[in-house]
């Protein structure tokens, strides 16, 4: 590894350029956190040893395995559960401050409900959180990665409102044993995936009438917690509590009134649907989400809207929920108006949006994700101009490869959506930190091993999921070194142009 380490520094010496084009050098504070994210599912295994019950993707993966590619499934995965001490080595190798991970709630309370709480779970967690703070690496805890009790999913899942009560008491077992180790708790990771996309209820895919009750329960489950939070532990233990929300940019295709609309329409579905109930002046879900939903609901013949209403108290609960905004960012969409029929009544045809990518981007091994380093620039001013400056940590970012350990590409990527970072911080977002996905290959969900995210490279035909790091983790470790982004392995072509940026509302400080 040295020596690919010192060839990668002769590399990067001759490759070198800034990051921009005004040639300025941009840095990272110090105190500015850099990290990688995992989670439970994707990685852990011993999907039923040590009391663990079944949760929604391994009832799923194993009744359904010709759905996921390679047939491969989360119950071996990267093995951390048996593995987890060469996590925290390599996460050692790599220098980074922190590691988000998940813990999967059948491993805590296997009913899925606190009659029964499993001690053996708890000790895994308390072992890998020991483990990590043993080498100053700050815990960032993920209470909910998409992993659902299958007990609780056939009461309803996130769609039967006792489900606030049930996610409360289960953040309530992990706060009372680890809010003296863990300072940056996570609610749930990207409830638009779980309502909409079908990773909340894999079998179910794509859901009819639930999404957006299920909208409404996952948000106020958030809430619940994080003023559990506020209230019992956190005077006490001064941690904080996020939730981390899919925050892809999307622009218009062109220049057009209709595509402005559609992108702004977008947005609003995609984005302020759960950004508007936290952080908002107002709090409730955006007014044109509500119109929209509401009148198609009316033509359909229905009572109601089918997004249900928030009350006053529940918008008041909602109201400033958090103490930083997890943003997961991959890519940027460009939108036009649908140009298909979509079944009704359905989100689609609600949102009525066709959503593409630039011709000439370049592609990753997922057909959702291509490069567009501007986007996390102006998703972040966006979400500045909208919600008045929210503390931001990038909670994911990440690309993706085929397996191969000389990921030039992904450090290519790497280094312009940092640079571009910066760019958002010099223009006044208040970011926190910055999250890689993913420390290791895992199982992508459906696409199982063909989509990798690792900055190492993990072999699952081998008994011990052998884990070797790719050029992208030596790079990153260079860059957590120098807090120079431009400083590593950085094509010219990548640089980002500092003339394209947003005119900037305030500027918060010099860097
Ligand atoms: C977001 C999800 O949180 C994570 O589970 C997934 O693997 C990555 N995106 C990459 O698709």
Redesign the pocket.
Known sequence: MNLVFIILCVLSTSHVTYGYTDNKVRRFKDGFMFGVAT?AY?IEGAWNEDGKSESVWDRYTHAHPEDIADRINGDVACDSYHRYKRDVQMLRELGVDHYRFSVAWTRILPTGFKDEINEEGLRYYENLIDELLKYNIQPMVTLY??DMPQSLQDLGGWTNPLIVNWFEDYARVLFDRFASKVKYWITI??PS?VCVDGFGDPALNVKENGDYTCVKYILLAHAKVYRLYENQFKSKHKGSVGI?L?INWIDPYNKTTENDEAAERARSFKIGLYMNPIWSKHGDFPDKVKSIIAKKSEKQGLEQSRLPSLSADEIKLLKGSADFLGM?H?TTFLATPARDEHKSPSFADDLGVHLTHGAEWIASK?PWLKNAPYGIYKACVNINQEYDYPPVFIT?H?W?TGPGRRDTRRVAVLTAYLAALLLAVEDGTELKGYTA??LMD?V??RAGTS?R?GLYEVDFDSANRTRLVRTSGLVYKHIIESRDPGDGWMPSSYRINVSDRLQKREVREEL
């Open positions: 989670s994707q990665h998409f990771n990207q995936s981390s899919d997961n991959y997922s994911e990440g993706s996905w993913s895992n992508e969900w989509e995210f």
